[in-house]
Each structure stands twice: as C-alpha cells, then as structure tokens.
C-alpha cells in the first residue's frame, strides 16, 4: 500500500466508520492500510488495568506506560502488516531499514494546530501511527521513549476539549487519506476546495433552477465559463473576507479583479 496507517486506542470500535465510504474503499483496493490495535491486548493482568492515579496527586488518571510501549513495539516490529503486508519484497524496504522512522501522532491540546498544509504533509509518508489517549493522558515517559523510535508529532485539532484521540485521530486520518492519488475518485475535486488554495469555496447550486421560488444566479446557467469562473473567483473572496479575514491576511498573490471584488 502506499500507505500505512495504524491507530491505537482502547476504543477501537470508534474507529470503525473509517472502514465505510472512500477510505474502505481504498482499503479493499489495497491502495491504504489501516489497522486499529486495542490497547488493552497489550495488558495482562486480570483486569486488564491501562491506567492508575497520577503521582503528585490530582483528579483523573494517567495512562500506564507499559501498554502503550508493548503496543508501540508490536506496530514497530511489523504487527500492522505495515512492513510485512507491503505489495514490494520488504527486505531493507521497511522504514526501520531506510532510516525513515514511522511517524507518531499523538493528539493532544498542547500539539500543534493540523491544517491543510500538514495534513499534505503526512500524506507524502509511509508509515502514520495514531496514539489516542484517554483520561488525563499518556505517562510522559511514553512520549519521551516513543521518540528514539519514530518521528514524534503531538497535533491538535482545535482549542476545545475532547474526552480523548480517537475523534481528533479520525479528523486527521480523512483529511490525509483523501489526499493520497487514487483514494478520491475524481481529483479534480481536491482543487478549489476551501483551505486547498487559501480561499473558502463559493456557493453551490443544482437543479431545479427555481426552488420554491429562490433561482439559481443566473450568470450560472449562461454557459459564460470565464464570467463563472469570474464570479465564482468573486464569491470565495468576499466568503472569505466575511467569514476569514485571517485567511485572506494569508494571501499575497491577488490580482486587480481580486481586490475590485474586495471594495
Ligand atoms: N483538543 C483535544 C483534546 O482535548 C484531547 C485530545 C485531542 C485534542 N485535539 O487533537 O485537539
């Protein structure tokens, strides 16, 4: 696959709509593969205990470090198939091998903010692991071990509180599947997307051209394909200066139509 993507979390089920829709499809193409580990496999005690109270007292509790190492190894040394499942003999392909570590998502409200541009980034790699927590988090010394073995990323998806990863881990994961060729059918719809170039997308419309009274605009159903395009151009600008000033701060390269749409 061009990918691999492995998530670990002691909620696996919640992870189970990524299998519908295009990123299944992708899958059963072979073109992704995603395996979901549950935490507590990596645990072995009678009640399969992965967490306890934090030292230095405090509400919640803290996720153990020994699970989360055993279930880190086990996706290391190959047990999501990452290596072994790779349609290409794996010897000396592997990212161990190659010197390209796998890289570790650990979502989190202290990570960096995902966007667009990261989520391109991590679609150009081989090998994503998703580590959800839960509670009040994972051991720091996870954290910390888990950087000798593979490129570290905490990303956060907002500035709002989330009972745990796997929502953030879900986010993420279609935001970069659908940017790896192929996994989208028609790529013509990754462009003019908001966020793919900057600008939010312009208002959209399909039949009938009357509904209960409210027409389509007309310049759409002239057949003018540079008025359109005109217009459209002007209706994302004006979205964005509406609804994302900050987006358009982003922009440098508008042109004299641009800003006769901005007056
Ligand atoms: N915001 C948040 C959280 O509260 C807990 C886990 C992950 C995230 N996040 O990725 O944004």
New binding site residues.
């Given amino acids: 696959p061009q990918m691999s993507i492995d998530v670990v979390s002691i909620f696996p089920e919640y992870l189970a709509g990524l299998q519908l829709s295009l990123i299944g499809k992708a899958v059963d193409r072979g073109q992704l593969s995603l395996n979901v580990h549950d935490l507590r496999d990596f645990t072995f005690d009678r009640h399969n205990t992965v967490d306890d109270s934090p030292y230095g007292g405090g509400a919640g509790m803290v996720m153990k470090a020994e699970p989360w190492a055993l279930a880190l190894e086990h996706i290391l040394g190959g047990g999501s198939g990452a290596e072994e499942g790779d349609s290409l003999p794996s010897a000396g392909t592997d990212d161990a091998a190659v010197g390209s570590k796998p890289t570790l998502i650990v ?3 202290a ?1 960096q903010v995902f966007d667009q541009r990261i989520a391109e980034d991590l679609a150009g790699r081989d090998h994503l692991v998703f580590a959800c ?1 839960r509670y009040e988090g994972i051991d720091q010394r996870v954290i910390d071990w888990a950087g000798e073995h593979f490129e570290l990323l905490p ?8 009972n ?2 796997e929502v ?1 881990s879900m986010v993420m994961i279609e935001a970069v599947s659908r940017l790896i060729p192929g996994v989208i059918g028609n790529p013509e719809s990754l462009t003019e997307e908001s966020h793919e170039d900057g600008l939010l997308e312009y208002p959209i419309y399909t039949k009938p051209a009357n509904w209960r009274g409210r027409e389509v605009p007309e310049i759409l159903l002239s057949g003018n394909h540079a008025a359109i395009a005109r217009w459209r151009r002007d209706r994302r600008l004006e979205r964005t200066a509406e609804v994302r000033p900050d987006l358009l701060e982003k922009l440098d390269d508008l042109s004299k139509d641009d800003r006769a749409a901005l007056e």
Wanted: hydrophobic content about 30%; proline content about 12%.
């Fill in positions: 979502p989190s409200p990570g927590g990303m956060s998806i907002g500035d709002y509180v989330l745990g990863g953030a």
